[in-house]
């Protein structure tokens, strides 16, 4: 995994800014329970529970899975999960998509929180981020994700399909940034797809 500049949209000053998009750290993970466990834990937030230490040993830890940080020249601003291995598509199972586990924004980033937030469109740079994977892996830009109830709006405002809730998700609507394929499959797709069941993913969390 590699650094990424990213821009997202600084509101006190009105102007977009460029952060930096890297690897999650131990230090990330300090940050998060020192500066955003505390203001989520006195929150209605829906993921004021996660742990993401805990999410970092259970599900970074897998084959393929990389872990994010975002983060400006001050403050850590966001987190992301995503597993590039072992899932496929709702619309075509034939073909890999780039799930995403977690994603959260900081709570100072959110409105329910912090009115006005510091930043805007951290979560969007990050879902873009996840895309731009995709593409860069071969799998023609296709994203998936379960989503809590609250972040569904927000997803839809992505132009994410929607494909309904899923039960072994506990019910959470699974989301799919979905591009039909440019050409027909040929026999080598149907070899991939055999050869791939071995890396499916275990149960995963779900996202903000």
Not at 80 to 87: N, S, V
Not at 101 to 118: F, K
């Amino acid at each position: 995994m590699s650094e990424h500049e990213v821009e997202i949209f600084q509101v006190r000053n009105q102007k977009r800014v460029v952060a930096r998009l890297c690897p999650m750290t131990a230090d990330h993970l300090n940050t998060f329970e020192q500066d955003w466990k505390p203001l989520l834990m006195n929150s209605l937030e829906e993921d004021q529970y996660w742990e993401w230490r805990r999410k970092q040993q259970t599900y970074g830890s897998q084959l393929g899975a990389e872990s994010y940080a975002l983060e400006d020249q001050v403050q850590l601003q966001g987190l992301m999960l995503i597993q590039p291995l072992g899932y496929r598509s709702w619309v075509e199972p034939n073909r890999r998509i780039v799930y995403v586990h977690s994603l959260a924004t900081a709570p100072w980033n959110r409105p329910t929180i912090q009115n006005p937030p510091a930043y805007r469109l951290v979560g969007s740079a990050m879902l873009e981020f996840a895309r731009y994977r995709s593409r860069e892996l071969g799998y023609g830009g296709l994203v998936g994700l379960h989503a809590l109830p609250g972040a569904e709006s927000f997803y839809r405002r992505m132009d994410m399909d929607e494909h309904g809730s899923d039960p072994e998700k506990e019910g959470l609507v699974y989301f799919e940034w979905y591009a039909p394929q440019p050409t027909s499959p040929d026999w080598r797709d149907e070899i991939d797809w055999e050869a791939s069941e071995s890396d499916e993913g275990s149960e995963d969390d779900i996202q903000d």
